[in-house]
């Protein structure tokens, strides 16, 4: 069992920054693969990006080069750093956990979720 909490949304201007953090607890985070997820209301839960416990990590097309995931095993941490922020970018953020060991990009692939941390960028 893993419980996750995020952290760290708010409100931005276009092309500012964000970083947000994932603390986990319970079973060992090291061993399994992280995930950021978003969702704006009325629409479905899109993959953003995700990092395996080697740190291989993969993101979405929509933020390749802008959005960056990395992880602190030692203080059990996911993080997601936002940049270059756009108004599309405004959702609620989600981290996820996954016992497979490889990149997994489907929602159905991660058996635990934080509750969100909402982003809203102005224009």
């Known amino acids: 069992q893993v419980q996750l909490v995020e952290s760290g949304g708010g409100l931005v201007q276009a092309g500012g920054s964000l970083r947000l953090s994932c603390v986990a607890s319970?079973?060992?985070?090291?061993?399994?693969?992280m995930g950021w997820f978003r969702q704006v209301p009325g629409k479905e839960r899109d993959f953003v990006a995700a990092?395996?416990?080697?740190?291989?990590?993969h993101a979405a097309d929509s933020v390749e080069g802008r959005f960056t995931i990395s992880r602190d095993n030692a203080k059990n941490t996911l993080y997601l750093d936002l940049n270059s922020l756009k108004p599309e970018d405004t959702a609620v953020y989600y981290c996820?956990?996954?016992?497979?060991?490889?990149?997994?990009?489907?929602?159905?692939?991660?058996?635990?979720w934080g509750q969100g941390t909402k982003v809203t960028v102005s224009s």
């Open positions: 990092i395996t416990w080697l740190r291989r990590t």
């Open positions: 996820a956990a996954s016992r497979s060991g490889r990149i997994v990009t489907s929602v159905e692939g991660y058996h635990y």
């Open positions: 319970g079973d060992t985070f090291s061993t399994y693969t």
